[in-house]
C-alpha cells in the first residue's frame, strides 16, 4: 500500500498569513493527489483535483503543487474560515490511502 | 446535483455483520465515469478508504488491505444504490461511516452513519 505522511500534524497562524501543508508518498504517484479539508462534524470537501486543479467554488487563495513523491497545499492569506483540518489523497492506485491530517488553527 | 442517503443499524455486537446501504439520486451506480466508495473515520484510524464498486463495460471492485478478507461491496443496479458488507466487527470497527461518489476525487458523500460495535 502507499502510505501518505502528512507534516506538520497541527499549525497555528494569524489572518492574513501564508500557510504551507506538505504530503509525502511513499512512492512516486506521479500527479494523482487530491486535496481535502474538514470542519467538525462534517464529512471533508474536495478543494483541489490531481494535485493543483482547483475545484468549483473553492477560493484561489489555495493553491496545490508537486508531483511524484512530494507536494505542497498553500493557503495564501489565511481566514477565519480555513480553520479545519486537512487531508491529502492519493488516486495513483487502489487501495486509495489518506494522509493523517493536519489541523489548521486560527490564533 | 448528486444526493447519497445511507441507511443501516448504527449498534452491533462483536462477531456481527455491518450492513449499509446507500441510496444515489442524481446519477446511476451504472455511470461509466464515476465510482462508488465507502470511507469510514475514527479518532484512532483517521480517514480510511474502505473499498469501491464501479462500472466500465464490466463491473469491479477494490477493497483495502485492513478489511479485503472480510469486506464486500455491492451495486444494486435495480435500486441504484450499492451497499456495504463487513464481516466479524470487532470494536476496532467503531466509526463513522460514509459513501461517496468519487468523479476526478471524492465530491459527494452521505450524511454519516456513526456504527458502534459493542457487547
Known amino acids: 500500500d502507499i502510505q501518505m505522511t502528512q507534516s506538520p500534524s497541527s499549525l497555528s497562524a494569524s489572518v492574513g498569513d501564508r500557510v504551507t501543508i506538505t504530503c509525502r508518498a511513499s512512492q512516486t504517484i506521479s500527479n494523482y493527489l487530491n486535496w481535502y479539508h474538514q470542519k467538525p462534524g462534517r464529512a471533508p470537501k474536495l478543494l483541489l483535483f490531481?494535485?493543483?486543479s482547483l475545484q468549483g467554488g473553492v477560493p484561489s487563495r489555495f493553491s496545490g503543487s508537486g508531483s511524484g513523491t512530494d507536494f505542497t497545499l498553500t493557503i495564501s492569506g489565511l481566514q477565519p474560515e480555513d480553520s479545519a483540518t486537512y487531508y491529502c489523497q492519493q488516486f495513483y492506485t487502489a487501495p486509495l490511502t489518506f494522509g493523517g491530517g493536519t489541523k489548521v488553527e486560527i490564533k | 446535483q448528486v444526493q447519497l442517503q445511507q441507511s443501516g443499524p448504527g449498534l452491533l455486537k462483536p462477531s456481527q455483520t455491518l450492513s449499509l446501504t446507500c441510496a444515489i439520486s442524481?446519477?446511476?451506480?451504472?455511470?461509466?465515469?464515476?465510482?462508488w466508495n465507502w470511507i469510514r473515520q475514527s479518532p484512532s484510524r483517521g480517514l480510511e478508504w474502505l473499498g469501491r464498486?464501479?462500472?466500465?463495460?464490466?463491473?469491479?471492485?477494490d477493497y483495502a488491505t485492513s478489511v479485503k478478507s472480510r469486506i464486500i461491496i455491492n451495486p444494486d443496479t435495480s435500486r441504484n444504490q450499492f451497499s456495504l458488507q463487513l464481516n466479524s466487527v470487532t470494536p476496532e470497527d467503531t466509526a463513522v461511516y460514509y459513501c461517496?461518489?468519487?468523479?476526478?476525487?471524492?465530491?459527494?458523500w452521505g450524511q454519516g452513519t456513526l456504527v458502534t460495535v459493542s457487547s
Open positions: 461517496v461518489r468519487d468523479m476526478n476525487g471524492f465530491r459527494d
Open positions: 442524481g446519477d446511476s451506480v451504472s455511470s461509466n465515469s464515476a465510482a
Open positions: 490531481a494535485a493543483s
Open positions: 464498486t464501479y462500472y466500465r463495460s464490466e463491473w469491479h471492485s
